[in-house]
């Protein structure tokens, strides 16, 4: 079981991540705070990241590409609660 999708919905002070496999399977679902997330990304292989375009985006985007992580940006769709990052899902497919 291998992560290749993550859907992230970007926020102030909570992040909710959520990983899929190559099937489509969820297998991480995840809450973390903007301090964790750098880190929690840095200890990943290289996969698809799908996230809301917000102000904050090319930030993380920057920062997931300096960490070999391969970062779509998509369409400009805001997620409007944590549980919009299962749906950011499917956006880099």
């Not at 002070?13 to 809450?31: I, M, P, S, W, Y």
């Not at 920062?63 to 391969?70: D, G």
């Not at 940006?73 to 549980?83: E, F, G, H, L, T």
Request: positive net charge.
């Amino acid at each position: 079981m291998k992560l290749t999708t993550i859907g992230l919905d970007l926020a102030k002070a909570v992040f909710q991540v959520h990983g899929a496999d190559d099937r489509g399977r969820t297998v991480l679902k995840k809450q973390l705070k903007r301090a964790q997330v750098a880190a929690f990304f840095a200890n990943l292989t290289p996969c698809k990241i799908g996230m809301e375009a917000c102000g904050s985006a090319h930030y993380w985007a920057r920062k997931f590409i300096l960490n070999s992580s391969v970062t779509p940006i998509p369409k400009p769709d805001k997620a409007k609660s944590n549980r919009e990052a299962k749906g950011i899902l499917a956006w880099p497919r």
